[in-house]
């Protein structure tokens, strides 16, 4: 471990003994990174015998339901709370969180720590431990454990576990390494079961998932020799399926899944006139570059940004951005 990041994760200690009252916050719409981060701070702070609300703005996918504490998430503010200490896990800026949240926080939280494993936009935090190396918040979650001489039990593992699954994309993607697989391998030994937890995170989808999918794939096109692959998802999908945003989770691994593909591009038409842009790459593309142009962020393999105006002009305007990029 480098000397600076023990230093951060010193820092870190030292404000979770000197305080008793925390909130833990993730970003919208939670991945199974962001999840198992929100559950894990939450498990080790009550392990130190603190007391802690957990918070997400949207609710979770149905396939994380089973994980410890899932059900004890608030999607709004507790506004008779009061907190001495704000942990935000998995976000690569402060409003990451959702606008509602991110001015609860500032109201009710005097000190706030952030723990995340992205390429920061806007760094935060009057502790900002940041981890780029790390596969996932999860991974950093499993070193703080090891620094407060914290065995995790089987509810920890299991929700890290899943954390560190997910975010390698069940150990596929390139962030998957020796340390990461000797972690896995002591979270098991503690109790997370691999045949449970995938069960659940991949084989428990709804014939509505299935239907959008159906949908979005009817979308599919290829781009530049087929070395980019884009698909789209406009609002009349959900409501033609019966289906909601949370069912779209991981979409874009069918699209990253082709042999020739460098890039794959999902966009989601959403809100307020904005389209919600995907990425994910192989190989030495870097997409985070992509996403930062338009405000965006995440890592070299995983990003995304937003952009103002219609499903198609950013579509077709993007797309040519990105031809551009890998030529």
């Known amino acids: 471990m480098s000397e600076q990041k023990a230093c951060k994760i010193r820092e870190l200690i030292s404000a979770i003994r000197k305080n008793e009252r925390f909130m833990v916050a993730t970003h919208v719409n939670p991945d199974g990174d962001a999840i198992g981060a929100v559950l894990g701070m939450k498990l080790i702070l009550e392990r130190l015998g603190k007391k802690v609300d957990i918070y997400a703005q949207d609710r979770f996918p149905p396939e994380f339901e089973f994980l410890p504490q899932a059900r004890t998430i608030h999607n709004k503010p507790l506004e008779s709370a009061e907190y001495e200490v704000a942990i935000l896990v998995d976000c690569g800026d402060f409003e990451r969180v959702g606008k509602e ?13 952030n723990i995340d494993h992205h390429v920061p936009s806007k760094p935060f935090g009057d502790i900002d431990w940041v981890e780029t190396s790390a596969s996932s918040t999860c991974e950093m979650l499993y070193d703080l454990c090891m620094s407060l001489s914290l065995a995790p039990d089987a509810a920890l593992s299991s929700v890290l576990y899943t954390g ?134 995440g890592h070299r393999a995983a990003a995304a940004c937003r952009i103002p105006g219609s499903l198609h002009l950013v579509r077709s305007m993007f797309i040519g951005e990105v031809v551009r990029y890998i030529n």
């Open 101 to 113: 949240l991110s001015e609860f926080i500032s109201r009710v939280a005097p000190f706030v720590i």
């Open 164 to 297: 560190i699954l997910t975010d390698t994309g069940s150990f596929r993607f390139s962030n998957t390494n020796r340390r990461v697989l000797e972690i896995v391998s002591v979270l098991v030994g503690m109790g997370a079961d691999p045949a449970h937890i995938a069960t659940h995170v991949y084989d428990s989808a709804t014939p509505e998932k299935l239907r959008l999918l159906a949908q979005v794939l009817g979308t599919v096109e290829f781009h530049a020799g087929s070395r980019i692959v884009t698909a789209e998802l406009n609002r009349s999908m959900f409501s033609d399926s019966a289906s909601s945003y949370m069912d779209s989770e991981g979409f874009i691994n069918h699209l990253r899944s082709v042999k020739s593909v460098d890039i794959a591009i999902l966009f989601r038409e959403i809100n307020n006139g904005l389209v919600h842009i995907s990425m994910r790459s192989k190989g030495d593309i870097n997409v985070a570059k992509l996403a930062q142009r338009h405000g965006g962020g």
